[in-house]
């Protein structure tokens, strides 16, 4: 059908551009090093071939390991990120490719160039809208397995696509075998990769009456989709139906129809065995070894996230974990509607985009019944149908005892990545539908020919639309020069003493340190405990006899360790990590140091079900456990602190206004300027205010726009009397106007006390001037609190003007009528007013 056709130059220039651009852009916002989250976990499991996470995700290992011995940057990370700057500007390409053979299947009658045209600009629309959409942007510029579980993906739709073009062809089946090959082996990246694997099945059963009527090609399809249901049924039954097709075949060579299922399940074999990393792995036991899957049980459990919840997904998908309106709405962290509209840029217009991506999938099916549905059902699965499967929680519907239900704790838009980039392609199959329409609609009518430029600016809008997701999308997916998170393990694992165990919190505190000690060789000695894993018996194994950390329960004592309820109330009274940082306290007894991460909160820091702050030592970034006891709270080393915080501590870019920091970036610079604010409120209290100062002024150098810094040292400089230098600070502070006269009005209540009213009202009447809203407050108060009531009726009444229906309102007119009666008895008393 194809074979006989000229190259198509363009076809291929156009497939090239959609990768070189992302490549291109991608590479120039990937992480120079590594980031938040999952990335540190799996650039360390890359490194020594670890065993990350449930489900474990083997293959990006593998190929993560591969990408770390290649010479192509002095960072390990940036090699293990390149993997995801490469797959993902090749999915964006195979994104082009798809729209590509679709609309050049709607037009193969057509000979007319502005007709077959739109093939390339649909494709070029759609192949890099894709890339530039803001969740798949997200995950191809650091170690995480999107960027290659997408390319699995598009490749197995674009495989089903290929094999529709050509049923009839010998070669056409081994599309089919190829795309089940991927599917199986795509869930050794991420299990939403087989969900493009039922949609490629319909298109079969649909486009194909012979394999629709074949019971053999429907058991074949069921044993494949077991793969995410029921791994013991998933096994079973694959291993029966490959001994029965293979017996088929092989007894009788010439058997027609059974080729095609023996392949099948022959492909799903080889597929599944990339999973065998796992166990294979996990025996030889990596410093990373999570869940310790080197057995079939733990395999299993392992393989079915079994330590996220022992409810299978399906079954937990019945119960709602959060309300429908919140999960499919603009709820905070797991609202699909908040982030589908983002994605592509012109979020203001995005109702037009939801038409046009629509208008797309109706076209597909119009013009060729079964890609379309296949195309409508691949969307549909990726977005409505992982709502309800993923069923992620809102808080609302919270367990009281458990805790199960919370509110997730970062954004879930990852999981809707599926969706996002199969709607980007129906945009650019819509923009080329809708140029076809308009040109044929002119043709056809006889209209003038000016009106051809119509469709010309369809083409033009249709090229330069994705501009608008890489323009909106830019600023919070680009990570250039962005060290905070290498800085943040270099940081803390620096301030540990040699040897010491470091008391961890989640992932954020503990993967990036994984990746400095096992992807970078630094400080390895700290033998770190993660206190959300140590609630499990196969991480409290791995801590004693691998990190001999100091654990004196026997190995039998752990295998059966559990929390404590009350038996009153049935509420957890005792977590299994309180169980262990008690025990390590107590087998320790003061040979290795034990410190806590400044992260850990304070629930966390508990011995014997009491508090052991008053035991710990801040230095640097962790709390030293100590011996003696003092008051109710923690202490500071002022001199070790200082030292690590001015000479070892890194800070690159923390200053640097182009650097993109999210809230985990902000989170961590806070913890910095808290920690330069506790040293300098220690030597305040000593009266060492000139210290103080250098302390603060630090802070003020790496967060320069952190508003508490800036706060903290007017009110130092006000304890020394220099109220004028403080004001001067404000006016020069690199921070918003309206900061600033928040700042500016604790000023002049400084000066009211000082009794310099004069300068205390300049300052609140600026405030006010400037902004209303935000000065109104302190201006009240002042002119009240000198008995200036005139001047609080016309502040008020000027207020009420510029903000009648404010929700404040209402409770402000009910003060400016006692004002007001205030005024008027004191007229009748003639007293005197200012």
């Given at each position: ?37 999952d ?22 290992v ?46 193969k009658?057509?000979t ?29 510029v ?17 495989l ?37 694997l039922?949609p ?15 019971w ?18 998933f ?35 080889m ?5 065998l ?23 299993k459990?392992?393989?079915?996230r ?33 982030f589908?509209?983002?994605?592509y ?38 977005t ?18 458990t805790?199960e ?29 809708l ?20 469709p ?13 997701g ?19 393990a ?89 169980k ?8 320790n ?30 230095r ?37 206004p ?6 985990n ?21 000593s ?8 302390v ?85 108060a002042?002119y ?8 609080v ?10 903000y ?31």
């Amino acid at each position: 059908m194809l074979n006989n056709k000229k190259v198509d130059w363009l076809h291929y220039g156009s497939a090239g551009l959609v990768f070189l651009v992302s490549y291109l852009v991608f590479n120039w916002t990937k992480a120079p090093t590594i980031s938040f989250w999952d990335c540190g976990e799996f650039i360390a499991c890359a490194a020594i071939l670890g065993v990350p996470h449930p489900p474990g995700a083997p293959l990006y290992v593998i190929i993560g390991r591969f990408f770390t011995l290649l010479p192509i940057s002095d960072d390990i990370a940036v090699r293990v990120n390149l993997v995801s700057v490469i797959s993902s500007a090749f999915t964006a390409m195979v994104g082009y490719l798809i729209v590509h053979r679709l609309v050049d299947h709607w037009t193969k009658d057509k000979t007319e160039w502005p007709i077959r045209i739109w093939k390339y600009v649909g494709g070029i629309s759609g192949g890099l809208t894709l890339a530039f959409s803001r969740t798949f942007w997200s995950s191809a510029v650091e170690a995480e397995v999107y960027g290659l579980a997408m390319l699995f993906t598009l490749l197995i739709v674009y495989l089903g696509i290929l094999w529709w073009l050509r049923p009839s062809e010998a070669r056409g089946n081994q599309y089919l075998i190829l795309a089940a090959y991927l599917g199986v082996l795509g869930t050794a990246l991420h299990m939403t990769v087989f969900l493009a694997l039922p949609p490629v099945m319909l298109l079969v059963l649909l486009a194909d009456e012979e394999k629709r009527k074949d019971w053999r090609i429907w058991i074949s399809g069921l044993v494949l989709l077991l793969v995410v249901a029921s791994l013991d049924m998933f096994l079973l039954s694959l291993a029966f139906w490959t001994l029965v097709t293979a017996g088929m075949v092989f007894s009788n060579p010439r058997a027609f129809g059974w080729q095609l299922p023996l392949g099948l399940c022959l492909a799903a074999v080889m597929g599944f065995s990339s999973q065998l990393f796992i166990p294979i792995r996990a025996a030889q036991n990596p410093h990373i070894n999570e869940n310790d899957p080197d057995d079939w049980q733990s395999f299993k459990y392992f393989l079915e996230r079994k330590q996220y919840g022992q409810t299978n997904m399906i079954t937990r998908a019945m119960k709602r974990r959060g309300e429908p309106s919140n999960q499919f709405g603009r709820y905070p962290r797991m609202g699909f509607w908040g982030f589908f509209e983002k994605q592509y840029g012109l979020t203001k217009a995005f109702f037009l985009l939801l038409v046009i991506g629509l208008w797309g999938l109706y076209e597909s099916w119009r013009k060729s019944r079964s890609p379309g549905l296949m195309m409508a059902v691949t969307v549909l699965f990726g977005t409505i149908g992982l709502v309800w499967y993923m069923n992620f929680a809102d808080g609302t519907r919270q367990d009281p005892i458990t805790g199960e239900g919370y509110l997730e704790v970062r954004d879930r838009d990852y999981f809707w990545t599926p969706g996002f980039i199969a709607f980007a392609l129906c945009i650019g199959l819509g923009l080329a539908a809708l140029g076809i329409r308009l040109l044929e609609w002119i043709k056809e009518r006889n209209l003038p020919r000016p009106l051809f430029a119509i469709p010309g600016a369809v083409a033009v809008f249709a090229l330069v639309f994705p501009y608008f997701g890489y323009a909106s999308n830019f600023s919070v997916n680009q990570r250039i020069n962005n060290y905070l998170p290498y800085d943040y393990a270099y940081n803390l694992l620096s301030s540990c003493e040699r040897g010491a165990v470091l008391f961890t919190n989640g992932d954020n505190d503990t993967f990036p340190l994984w990746a400095l000690q096992e992807a970078y060789g630094f400080r390895r000695d700290v033998k770190n405990i993660n206190l959300s894993l140590i609630n499990t018996e196969w991480y409290i194994l791995q801590k004693k006899h691998q990190d001999s950390v100091p654990i004196s329960l026997s190995d039998a004592e752990i295998e059966n360790i559990a929390p404590d309820f009350d038996p009153a109330t049935g509420r957890l009274s005792k977590r299994i990590q309180d169980k262990i940082i008690d025990n390590v306290l107590e087998t320790n007894n003061w040979k290795i140091p034990v410190h806590f991460s400044v992260t850990c909160a304070s629930d966390a820091r508990v011995y014997r079900g009491r508090s052991v702050d008053p035991y710990l030592v801040m230095r640097g970034m962790i709390y030293d456990v100590v011996p003696e006891g003092r008051g109710t709270g923690t202490r500071i080393d002022i001199a070790e602190t200082r030292r690590f915080y001015e000479q070892v501590f890194r800070y690159r870019g923390t200053a640097d206004p182009k650097v993109r920091k999210d809230e985990n970036d902000w989170r961590i610079i806070q913890n910095y300027v808290s920690a330069f604010m506790f040293v300098a409120d220690t030597l305040r209290k000593s009266r060492d205010y000139a210290q103080a100062e250098t302390v603060i002024k630090k802070a003020m150098a790496v967060s320069p726009r952190e508003v508490s810094s800036y706060q903290y040292m007017t009110g130092l400089l006000s304890d020394q009397k220099r109220v004028a230098a403080a004001e001067s600070l404000v006016d020069t502070a690199p921070l918003p106007e309206t900061t600033k006269d928040s700042i500016r009005n604790y000023l002049g209540m400084v000066y009211l006390q000082e009794g310099d009213s004069a300068r205390a009202e300049k300052i609140f009447v600026q405030s006010y001037e400037r902004n209303k809203a935000g000065g109104f407050n302190d201006l009240v108060a002042y002119y009240y609190q000198t008995r200036k009531y005139r001047q609080v009726e016309r502040v008020v009444n000027d207020w009420l003007a510029a903000y009648p229906n404010d929700a404040r309102a209402p409770e402000v007119r009910t003060f400016l009528e006692s004002v007001q009666r205030m005024l008027r008895a004191d007229t009748a008393a003639r007293a005197p007013i200012n």
